[in-house]
């Protein structure tokens, strides 16, 4: 608390720090330095968007509503402070979830909690993404049944999710599937600091033109704020 006040104080409101973290660095550096901060502070629920068990759950429904066993591997991109993952840890089998995310502090957090929940033998794999891009290259030569990124790409700028589009048929085979949420718009908006709307024509096109195909599956996702599902696959081999 004293922390918080000491920052407000500091920088006049939290939208001025955050504002003040984006001019001095990169987008994603800015991003993961407040999401850092946040966790650091005790914010650890809300430091990833809040609604703890709601979202937690609704994630993991749905997952295992479109056939995730516990013999699966699943990749959870910008795992955040485990919201999902503590819920996949426990359904999936030893080695069977990894997460990974920028934000150092919300990786140490999330090794915590998998202690505190006496889920360490299931022995989820918990990485720092330290050079921030969606590269793919720490997973090489693995390939993932599930992968999800839950209000993750509602935070990536247009080049972000092009790299991710570029690369990550190459953790992934004719049988993946990769869910991802977004906020969608009539036209692309990056409509506040750390935010961005799309258009689904947009993920369409990008999924396109990396060899995948891509359905809008948002009507059996019910976020409570509105976010979309979609779910890619690799196109089917002639
Ligand atoms: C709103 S939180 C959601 C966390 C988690 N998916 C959940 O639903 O609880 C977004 C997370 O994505 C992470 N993130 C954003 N961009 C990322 C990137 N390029 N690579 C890895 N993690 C990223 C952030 O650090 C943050 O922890």
Redesign the pocket.
């Known amino acids: 608390m004293k922390k918080l006040i000491k920052r407000i104080l500091n920088w006049g409101s939290p939208e001025k720090y955050v504002r003040k973290l984006h001019e001095n660095k990169s987008y994603?550096d800015a991003?993961?330095d407040h999401?850092d901060t946040r966790v650091a502070e005790g914010d650890v629920e809300k430091?990833?968007?809040g609604s703890w068990e709601e979202?937690?759950k609704l994630?993991f429904d749905f997952l295992v509503k479109k056939g995730l066993e516990p013999q699966h591997k699943m990749l959870?991109?910008?795992?955040?402070?485990?919201?999902?993952?503590r819920h996949f840890i426990k359904h999936l089998g030893s080695k069977g979830y990894t997460g990974?995310?920028?934000?150092a502090k919300?990786i140490e957090h999330g090794k915590k909690l998998v202690e505190k929940e006496g889920l360490s033998d299931k022995k989820p794999e918990l990485l720092i993404?330290k050079d921030?891009?969606?590269k793919f290259k720490e997973f090489n030569g693995r390939e993932f049944d599930f992968i999800?990124?839950?209000?993750?790409l509602?935070?990536?700028p247009p080049e972000?999710i092009e790299e991710?589009f570029e690369n990550i048929g190459n953790i992934m085979n004719q049988e993946s599937v990769f869910y991802f949420t977004y906020f969608e718009g009539d036209r692309y908006e990056h409509f506040s600091i750390e935010d961005f709307r799309y258009p689904f024509s947009h993920f369409e096109s990008v999924a396109c033109d990396h060899g995948f195909t891509i359905e809008n599956c948002s009507h059996e996702y019910q976020h409570k704020i509105g976010q979309k599902m979609a779910a890619v696959k690799k196109k089917t081999e002639e």
């Open positions: 994603l991003y993961a999401t430091a990833i968007g979202m937690g994630q959870d991109i910008g795992c955040g402070t485990l919201r999902g993952g990974f995310d920028i934000s919300a993404s921030k891009n969606l999800f990124a839950q209000s993750v509602t935070h990536l972000s991710l």
